[in-house]
């Protein structure tokens, strides 16, 4: 518990250091999900891209 009231009392302190390390784990975690999110409809767009017209080629005669 004692180590809790010296943190809040560090973050009122240096008040400018405690913001800027929240807004650099906000902008972290907004990118992380960004990311995320693009991989996901990347991954959806492809393979809506290829469902219905996927043509399979094979070589019959290699003389």
Same mark, same amino acid.
């Given at each position: 518990?004692k180590?809790?009231?010296? #943190? =809040?009392?560090n973050?009122k302190?240096?008040?400018? @250091?405690a913001?800027? /390390?929240v807004?650099g784990?906000?902008?972290?975690v907004?990118v992380f #999900? =960004?990311?995320?999110?693009m991989?996901?409809?990347? @991954?959806g767009?492809v /393979?809506?891209?290829?469902e219905n017209?996927?043509?399979?080629?094979?070589?019959q005669n290699?003389?």
């Amino acid at each position: 518990m004692k180590i809790l009231k010296l #943190a =809040f009392k560090n973050m009122k302190n240096n008040k400018l @250091r405690a913001g800027l /390390t929240v807004l650099g784990v906000s902008v972290a975690v907004f990118v992380f #999900a =960004f990311f995320q999110s693009m991989q996901s409809t990347m @991954r959806g767009v492809v /393979t809506r891209a290829g469902e219905n017209n996927n043509l399979i080629m094979l070589e019959q005669n290699t003389w």
